[in-house]
T-cell receptor, first 117, second 114 residues
């Protein structure tokens, strides 16, 4: 089955700096890569996603890049702010990979991002 | 819309006790999922449902049962709780499996089994 590795497990940056979180996946059939942000005491919330036919996607201060050949994808946050502090999870998915058609998400182990003033 | 809600928020059980976690969504979503989140292990899929009256096993189904009698509700049951089931449980839903549908997560249920 799919295996997703995520690094680093913790990341501390100064406000205004950039943060980069990296993930690798094992199953070349994976074709959808979402990123989730989880604030303390809350459920994960999708912040950006990328499909396998796209190499890069940007949404304001957040961008994701995908290298299918190397099977890795990264989250980039620029001009970090204190409210960016949270746990970030990457995931890989095969469209319709579950019996019955559901999408099976395999998650990374999470990165605790701390933005310091 | 409340989105995805979970009941209860927190529960303490003794080994061997049973309980049911309730997930409800008001978005008319077809697909619903139960995950558990453990430190250093990300989220792992327990069971899922592709529609009312249907359920299927995920990655870590042992010790859990589920039911989807109504489209908006997805119940997760622990018949005989074990300390290894201490975890945070998240429910999620998607409209369909077609395309790359966003999974909407509930706020979680923290379960402690003594």
């Amino acid at each position: 089955g799919e295996n997703v590795e995520q690094h680093p497990s913790t990341l501390s940056v100064q406000e205004g700096d950039s943060a980069v979180i990296k993930c690798t996946y094992s199953d070349s059939a994976s074709n959808y890569f979402p990123w989730y942000k989880q604030e303390l005491g809350k459920g994960p919330q999708l912040i950006i996603d990328i499909r396998s036919n796209v190499g890069e996607k940007k949404d304001q201060r957040i961008a994701v890049t995908l290298n299918k050949t190397a099977k890795h994808f990264s989250l980039h946050i620029t001009e970090t702010q204190p409210e960016d502090s949270a746990v970030y999870f990457c995931a890989a998915s095969i469209l319709g990979g579950l019996t019955g058609g559901g999408n099976k998400l395999t998650f990374g182990t999470g990165t605790q991002l701390k933005v310091e003033l | 819309n409340a989105g995805v809600t979970q009941t209860p928020k927190f529960r303490v059980l003794k080994t061997g006790q049973s309980m049911t976690l309730l997930c409800a969504q008001d978005m008319n979503h077809e697909y619903m999922y139960w995950y558990r989140q453990d430190p250093g292990m990300g989220l792992r899929l327990i069971h899922y449902s592709v529609g009312e009256g249907t359920t299927a096993k995920g990655e870590v189904p042992d010790g859990y049962n589920v039911s989807r009698l109504k489209k908006q509700n997805f119940l997760l049951g622990l018949e005989s709780a074990a300390p290894s089931q201490t975890s945070v449980y998240f429910c999620a839903s998607t409209r369909t499996s077609g395309g790359f549908e966003t999974q909407y997560f509930g706020p979680g249920t923290r379960l402690l089994v003594l």
